[in-house]
């Protein structure tokens, strides 16, 4: 069974930044593809950040050019490093991950106050 656990949620004020971490109980090379979405409080999950097995990468483009998503073979972790935070950027953020289904985390609660 594959499990995803994320950490490195918090509180911050806008314009800082933020580190989550994904770490897998796979070895990345293993998926598909990595990656994290967001849901806002009375809005839909979304999509934030993608990579998938041969390093491309994809974003929303609320996110572009302020969020860089990463991968530690190594330490089976995906990373979201999030800089220039928004307070429209608040949200549970899960990681996901594709190894034949969807698998997801529990979530980690991102506030950015304004």
């Known amino acids: 069974q594959v499990q995803l656990v994320e950490s490195g949620g918090g509180l911050v004020q806008a314009g800082g930044s933020l580190r989550l971490s994904c770490a897998a109980s796979r070895t990345m090379s293993s998926f598909d593809a990595m990656g994290w979405y967001r849901q806002a409080p009375g809005k839909q999950r979304e999509l934030v950040a993608l990579?998938?097995?041969?390093?491309?990468?994809n974003y929303a483009d609320s996110v572009k050019g302020r969020f860089t998503i990463s991968g530690d073979n190594a330490k089976n972790t995906v990373y979201l490093q999030m800089n220039s935070l928004e307070p429209e950027d608040t949200a549970v953020y899960y990681c996901y991950g594709i190894y034949g289904m969807h698998y997801w985390g529990k979530g980690t609660l991102v506030t950015v106050s304004s």
């Open positions: 990579i998938t097995s041969s390093g491309s990468t």
